[in-house]
């Protein structure tokens, strides 16, 4: 696979999402106070009890399947092997998944989803534009 500005766009991204998963999904997993409160997940008083057993479950999926999925791309496009491609395109996948399951969430059940007014503002336009990432980065894939 050639190395042009789309190959990099596709691998920065990654990469910083799995910094975002990391500090978000996977703390969150062993300690989800202190995700909470660097702000990578969303409290109590937010989601609920059974919001946040949900949010580690994502977390501990996402820490076993997706970041996996994520790095085993990464290094297997700079490798040029088949399995990288088959690994990213599986992680872009995810990636326009979950962000329409949250943005479904937040706004058909304000009831028992009560988020902070701004993150009504904030995550429409992040998780829009992580769908918009996913539904590219597997155009790009295909393409190659």
Known sequence: MEKDRSFWVLISIASILIIMFLAGQTLGVFNYDLAVSIGMQ???????????AFAKGFGFADTVIYIPLFLMGIIGLFKNKRWGKYSMFGALAISVYWPIVHLYAIFIDRISITLNPEKYISYPIILSLIIIYGVWGMWYLYKK
Not at 42 to 52: L, R, V
């Open 42 to 52: 969303e409290s109590e008083s937010e989601i609920g009890k059974i919001g946040i």
